[in-house]
């Protein structure tokens, strides 16, 4: 259980936490503007994402419960390996900037290109940013076009293996 414990703290983590602070020149360009979230984040917006960590496989169901122009409030529930949602329900908010910022990687140690690619979601056309985080994990952030936020698609790797996939399988607005 320790494992999938790890695998869960590290999704949220990357989820809901803010970037540290780095200046606009050390860094790549966001694939998204802080209003072009705040455009697609609107309240009843959910985002279901399945990851696959350590062998094995949870679903994390995330929505916007609530939205203005400054910030957004997020509640973020998670199933057990059997597919059975945890009764556990958490809550952040975060400003706008704040999940622009998730996405700003150091310029020295990350790349970014253009790409289509096949998801869950569909055929979409997108940013990539692969990046070293300097101690011997890379991750590969897929963020598509039509979706603002979160990676479509976050693999990361432990040298040349995938230790975690995350893909969002389903977003809708309720």
């Known amino acids: 259980m320790k494992q ?9 983590a990357l989820l809901l936490l803010a970037a540290a602070p780095m200046l606009a020149s050390e ?5 998204y503007t802080a209003e072009q ?11 279901v994402s399945r990851v696959e960590a350590s062998g094995q496989t949870i679903l994390t169901r995330t929505e916007v419960i609530a939205a203005d122009s400054e910030q957004v409030t997020l509640s973020a529930q998670q199933t057990d390996p059997d597919g059975n949602y945890l ?3 958490a809550e952040h908010k975060a400003s706008w900037t704040e999940l622009r910022d998730h996405a700003r990687f ?16 569909g055929e979409l056309d997108g940013w990539l940013y692969e990046v070293d985080h300097g101690d011997g994990s890379r991750g590969s952030f897929f963020f598509a076009d039509d979706y603002p936020g979160s990676p479509v698609v ?21």
Request: a positive charge.
């Open 4 to 12: 999938f414990t790890t695998a869960r703290l590290t999704f949220v």
């Open 106 to 121: 150091p310029a020295d140690r990350a790349e970014r290109r253009r790409q289509r690619r096949e998801t869950p979601l």
């Open 87 to 89: 009764p556990e329900v």
């Open 154 to 174: 976050f693999v990361q790797y432990h040298g040349k293996a995938a230790t975690m996939l995350s893909e969002q399988i389903e977003r809708r607005v309720e």
């Open 27 to 31: 860094t790549l360009p966001t694939p």
């Open 37 to 47: 979230i705040r455009e697609a984040w609107v309240p009843g917006l959910v985002v």
